[in-house]
Nanobody, 125 residues
Framework: QVQVAESGGGPVQSGGSVTLSCAVY????????MAWFRQLPGKTREGVAG????????YYADFAKGRATISRDRNGNSMNLRLSALKSDDSAMYYC??????????????????WGQGTQVTVSS
């Protein structure tokens, strides 16, 4: 049974940066595309960044370009997201998604197979 776990959230000062981590356990379906989504209070879940199975392709939502860096480990079962120049609008629950049959730039959250419970990022001024 696949489990996905995020870590690294917490309170952050405006203008600062945060690094989020995601680990996948129990995967037996081969390589996984992985992505980060976030959900602001009262809003629908939106894509932040995605990375292909071997890390060769990386994708960023428009609001994240220039501020976000996504990476993954060689083992393919973990990845990180670094988000900098944080603003209050970045305060959200951040979720890790993984799927063996998904393009990493698929920003439709309902299409992703595996999800973590999320990690909260709160940006304060």
């Amino acid at each position: 049974q696949v489990q996905v776990a995020e870590s690294g959230g917490g309170p952050v000062q405006s203008g600062g940066s945060v690094t989020l981590s995601c680990a996948v356990y129990g995967n037996s379906e081969g390589t996984l595309a992985m992505a980060w989504f976030r959900q602001l209070p009262g809003k629908t879940r939106e894509g932040v960044a995605g990375i292909s199975e071997y890390g060769s392709a990386k994708y960023y939502a428009d609001f994240a370009k220039g501020r976000a860096t996504i990476s993954r480990d060689r083992n393919g079962n973990s990845m990180n997201l670094r988000l900098s120049a944080l603003k209050s609008d970045d305060s959200a629950m951040y979720y890790c998604a993984a799927d063996p049959d998904r393009y990493a730039d698929d920003w439709h959250p309902t299409r992703w197979k595996y999800w973590g419970q999320g990690t909260q990022v709160t940006v304060s001024s």
